[in-house]
């Protein structure tokens, strides 16, 4: 009898990790979104979108590509579809991170800077076509009121292989600079 049961609890774990794992690959996959540029973005819009970017990108312009040895960033599916992780400058002393994810109805980015701290963004829409916002949520490791952070930013599309990026950053409660590259894809999805 206790091989039945041991035997039984075994199958069930395995039906029930097995559901757990198709349920994720169904999350994990995204929507492909025609016409990008057209399109006005909510947040679960946005985000499937950023799924859409996975791979390498070409990042011309911006601030933060002085002497940097790669111009690049990635982007990658991670946590069976709950996150997006963005590489920028993948391999150089100046690597930085940003994660997307859904908490609720809300997306949030989250940047780890090279200047040490982790500026919290939220998704705020917007009634432009092809834009993707981000306002200031939060963070880690600095006093926005007075340390020079990340702050706000947005995606603005022109098709599904060309995005300019342009981020601000604010040093004692001021927007100062303004960061703009513009990303093209340079591999397949």
């Known amino acids: 009898m206790k091989k039945v049961m041991a035997c039984a609890t075994a199958f069930a774990c395995v039906a029930a990790f097995t559901v757990a794992a198709r349920a994720a690959d169904a999350k994990s996959e995204h929507k492909t979104i025609a016409n ?6 909510d947040a679960e ?36 579809g709950s996150s997006v992780v963005e590489t920028i400058f993948p391999n150089d002393p ?18 780890y800077c090279a200047l ?21 949520k939060g963070g880690t490791n ?11 930013g947005y995606f603005k599309i022109a098709n599904d292989k060309t995005i300019k990026s342009t981020f601000v950053v604010f040093t004692d409660g001021k927007a100062g ?13």
């Open 36 to 41: 990008p540029e057209s399109v006005v973005f």
């Open 45 to 80: 819009s946005a985000f499937d979108f950023l799924k859409s970017m996975n791979g390498t990108w070409q990042r011309v312009g911006g601030g933060h590509d002085y002497g940097v040895k790669s111009p690049m960033s990635t982007f990658r599916v991670s946590g069976a």
């Open 94 to 111: 100046s690597e930085m991170v940003s994660v997307y994810h859904m908490d609720g109805n809300d997306l949030l980015m989250t940047h």
């Open 116 to 136: 040490h701290n982790a500026p919290v963004m939220k998704f705020q829409k917007t009634d432009k076509p092809g834009e993707i916002k981000f306002v200031f």
């Open 142 to 152: 600095f006093d926005p009121k007075v340390d020079m952070h990340v702050h706000e």
């Open 177 to 189: 600079q303004a960061m703009s590259s513009t990303l093209t894809r340079k591999d397949a999805k």
